[in-house]
């Protein structure tokens, strides 16, 4: 039995360690908002958080997980202030063209900004680079991290809470 | 209530009263001249479908009869209702249509997305529908309130009339259904639009964003069981033998069914499936598609570029060339390409007593439909398909031969549970339907004016719609004309342009890829052109000049995207900068690439693309289609190669068939052409070509090298 959470829950899975988490989390827990691409590590669209740092689920066993915090885009606390920026500069930006590949995209993000509320160009670059589009969202997206971050700027004493 | 079935030619509608009360408008447009792509195309439809509800709520849904893949149909396509019906933009929904005669693209004859056509397909039919919508409910608030539906008028959702009175278009939408429809309405003049040509955000961002879209892959139904297939090793391979017994021992395997490609391994989960057809030993008869290599096929393909063949095109003087000046033959390759799409093909299928459903992301509903049931043996009205978002398609599901959702019919019937097939990746890459590769041969001269005196053109690969049921409308005199397109028909004005063409005959499956023929066509003729320009000692630009005189929105496009680019400034230091533009898809785009070579690899920095596609409906998607197709184009120009060695796909995962990541994409201008050219043409795939032969011309800038074979990766550079 492997026990970890998802998205807050406590889960318990009667699979073999290398069992992949993608399909636990799509097959098993019916969260489908993380895609299977590729299946290789090789294009994001699998990207979670495990214990807030993004990970790419089709390959990674539920054994990797256990007793840790997996997070999927269904599981972004909706107050969270990086979540919110993302989330709302993705839709100024009309960033989404087919939109397979954005949960991925998004996930990279707010762990980017999560880390990291200034990123430079190539920050963006180095932490989105393993996130593939075919659609082309890339100049968006890079528009929209931007923005994201932007907005994440201290505009007012820290402490201070509207 | 019945339409009439002989509706040829016009217009018709029907309203009748909606669920929950709410309007209907049923609308049929077959009048748009256009070829006929299928044969035997079903007739007209008996019961005009819905394109169009009003809720009681005042929200109003559009039915959108295209695939939504990316482009944006499900935004651009309810702007052209919204604009006449004048509703609330807030108000507006999208909804995708399943497969009906009704559905049918009024060129094609078939229900189909393809040809970067859909907004263009749609711009008079769904204009009309929201027009005679808007007068329907006009006249019932008129009637409702006893005055002349003259002195009415609608707004924002409401029809407002004399003396202040004002009615919400839910409140309306019962009583208009009952009215009947006014035989003609008139569309608004566009210089009136208020939509149509603003930048509108897509109405799926938010669901897309959150990740609450359903795609194919997402489906869930009850009892749904996951199969993969194990498919041909090599083209033509047929089963000779399988082993079960150890895919019977993968816990959750249900059924291992022939089916009449390969052996499908059906499971509860798509673990169990993995795993079981990782156990399944397939023994294959794999027939002459095992001698197929790339290397035999570049040696078949150069030699027969050399000889006489069918032409496209014949020059005015065919020995113009004997005479020329200065002479240049050159020989350029392009690979076999795959689509690759970010959502790996899926097709969901549920066999019941009374007929069949079907959920996947589908370019040609009706084509995939009648497959669906012939495979089933049910006639097509049994089999309803639902289409379902895809995560982008690029030309791979719109195949005449319907090759995954007929496989998933098979499955689902001989299974007898609800079946839900994915490809992997490496089922994409490997077993999938092609670009094919071409070669291309170009002996072209110089007269002592530097002007053109001859260009002989031999075009060798093989025909993507040979074979298929497309053949008797597409391929003319044997010569398929996506083999050609982009070369024979061009802008420039060569008078002894000779277009030869060589169909190769292949075992190996192709279909249309984004830009279809204009993906390597654009390349050849862009390049020669540069090269032209460099041997007659001319700028690029000036060299076209006189050549597109005849095509001034051709030209307006070069002359945009140059001044844009600061064509003729220094580039600055390990630069180089290279112009190209095409014409596809009745648009034409012009870009200048700006690139250097780092460790003998070429990085394109800026892309600034000059873009007319007549009447823009909605700028922010022309903008993300734009960088979409450059980032589409450039995957393949730097990277992108489908190579065989016996007869097996060498590639088989994005690790070794690369596309564009995020590092590599350039900075993208986009500036639109304003030609006063009052009807929107292609928009998702005309930027594709451009591309390549901009960014090698700009390397030839760079190193004075030549780039004529793709993907540039190759060779080494600098």
Not at chain 2, 52 to 79: C, N, W, Y
Not at chain 2, 129 to 154: E, F, N, S, T, Y
Not at chain 2, 400 to 415: G, H, K
Not at chain 2, 600 to 611: P, Y
Request: with cysteine; glycine share 10%.
């Amino acid at each position: 039995m492997i026990s970890f959470f998802v998205n807050g829950d406590p889960v318990d899975f009667n699979a073999a360690p290398d069992f992949p988490l993608l399909w636990a989390l799509r097959d098993h827990l019916g969260l489908t908002g993380t895609k299977f691409g590729c299946g290789l590590a090789q294009c994001g669209a699998c990207t979670v958080h495990v214990d807030g740092e993004p990970r790419l689920s089709c390959s990674v066993g539920l054994g990797e997980v256990k007793g840790k915090r997996v997070t999927t885009i269904e599981g972004l606390a909706p107050g969270n202030p990086v979540v919110k920026a993302v989330k709302a500069a993705w839709i100024e930006r009309d960033v989404v063209q087919c939109g397979y590949c954005q949960p991925g995209q998004v996930m990279a993000a707010v762990a980017l900004l999560q880390r990291n509320r200034a990123p430079t160009d190539a920050d963006i670059d180095a932490a989105m680079d393993g996130n593939l589009c075919r659609c082309g969202t890339y100049p968006r997206i890079r528009e929209a991290v931007k923005a994201a971050a932007a907005t994440l700027a201290p505009k007012r004493p820290p402490g201070r809470r509207k | 209530m019945k339409a009439p079935r002989n509706a040829s030619r016009r217009a018709f509608l029907k309203s009748t009263a909606a669920l929950a009360g709410g309007l209907v408008i049923g609308f049929w447009l077959p009048g748009r001249q256009g070829r006929v792509l299928a044969q035997g195309a079903p007739k007209p439809p008996a019961d005009p479908n819905a394109f169009l509800r009003i809720a009681p709520d005042g929200s109003v849904t559009v039915m959108v009869k295209h695939l939504e893949f990316g482009q944006g149909v499900t935004t651009a396509l309810p702007m052209l209702v919204a604009e006449e019906l004048e509703c609330d933009w807030k108000q507006v929904r999208a909804q995708l249509a399943h497969a009906a005669p009704e559905y049918f693209h009024t060129g094609f004859g078939i229900q189909a997305t393809g040809g970067s056509t859909s907004v263009a397909d749609s711009w008079t039919q769904l204009r009309t529908v929201g027009a005679q919508a808007r007068a329907m409910l006009i006249a019932a608030a008129a009637a409702k309130w006893k005055v002349d539906p003259a002195a009415c008028r609608a707004e924002k959702g409401f029809v407002l009339g004399p003396g202040g009175r004002k009615a919400g278009f839910g409140t309306l939408a019962a009583a208009a259904a009952r009215l009947p429809a006014p035989a003609t309405v008139a569309l608004k003049d566009p210089k009136d639009f208020r939509l149509i040509g603003k930048p509108v955000r897509r109405l799926d961002a938010a669901e897309r964003a959150n990740a609450t879209t359903v795609f194919g892959m997402d489906l869930k139904r009850p009892n749904l069981h996951t199969a993969l297939v194990a498919r041909p090793p090599v083209f033509g391979a047929k089963v000779a033998s399988f082993e079960v017994a150890k895919v019977r021992e993968v816990p959750g395997v249900t059924h291992v069914i022939q089916t009449s490609r390969g052996v499908a391994v059906v499971a509860k989960s798509f673990w169990s499936a993995k795993k079981g057809r990782d156990a399944l030993e397939v023994r294959w008869n794999e027939g002459e598609g095992a001698a197929i290599s790339t290397e035999a096929l570049r040696t078949q393909y150069a030699e027969l570029a050399t000889k006489p063949g069918p032409m496209a095109r014949k020059p005015a003087d065919p020995e113009a060339l004997k005479a020329a000046a200065k002479r240049i033959v050159a020989e350029y390759e392009v690979p076999f390409l795959a689509h690759a799409p970010m959502e790996p093909l899926n097709c969901t299928v549920e066999v019941r007593a009374d007929g069949a459903e079907i959920w996947c992301g589908s370019q040609f509903q009706t084509v995939d439909q009648a497959a669906a049931a012939k495979t089933l043996g049910l006639a097509p009205e049994k089999v309803r398909l639902n289409t379902l978002p895809a995560g982008g398609g690029f030309g791979r599901r719109a195949n005449p031969a319907a090759d995954f959702v007929t496989e998933a019919c098979e499955i689902a019937r001989d299974a007898k549970v609800p079946v839900k097939v994915i490809w992997t990746r490496e089922d994409d890459i490997r077993g999938g339907y092609y670009r094919p590769m071409y070669v291309h041969r170009v002996e072209a001269g110089l007269d002592a004016n530097g002007a053109i005196a001859g260009w002989n053109h031999a075009i060798v690969g093989q025909s993507i719609i040979a074979g298929t049921s497309f053949e008797p409308f597409m391929v003319k005199d044997g010569i398929d004309e996506t083999s050609v397109e982009g070369v024979s028909d061009t802008p420039y004005d060569i008078a002894n342009l000779g277009v030869t063409l060589h169909t190769t005959k292949s075992p190996i499956t192709s279909l249309w890829w984004r830009s279809v023929g204009n993906s390597h066509t654009a390349f050849v003729m862009e390049t020669m052109i540069d090269e032209l320009a460099a041997a007659a000692g001319k700028d690029p630009v000036e060299f076209r000049r006189p050549l597109l005189a005849k095509h001034p929105r051709v030209l307006a496009a070069l002359e945009l995207a140059a001044a844009k680019a600061g064509w003729g400034t220094p580039v600055g230091k390990g630069r180089g900068r290279g112009i190209a533009v095409h014409e596809s898809f009745g648009s034409v785009c012009a870009q200048v690439a700006e690139v250097s070579v780092e460790d003998g690899k070429v990085r394109v920095h800026r892309v600034v693309a000059a873009f007319d596609c007549g009447l823009v409906v909605n700028p922010l998607t022309v903008e993300a289609q734009v960088q979409g197709a450059i980032a589409f184009g450039l995957s393949a120009a730097l990277h992108g190669a489908i190579t065989f060695r016996d007869g097996k796909v060498r590639q088989s995962n994005f690790h070794d068939y690369p596309v564009l990541r995020l590092s590599e994409m350039p900075k993208v201008e986009v500036h639109l052409v304003a030609s006063g050219l009052g009807k929107p043409t292609g928009v998702g795939e005309p930027a594709t070509p451009p591309v390549a032969p901009a960014v090698a011309n700009a390397l030839f800038a760079l190193t004075g090298k030549r780039a004529r074979v793709l993907p540039l990766a190759a060779t080494k550079w600098g």
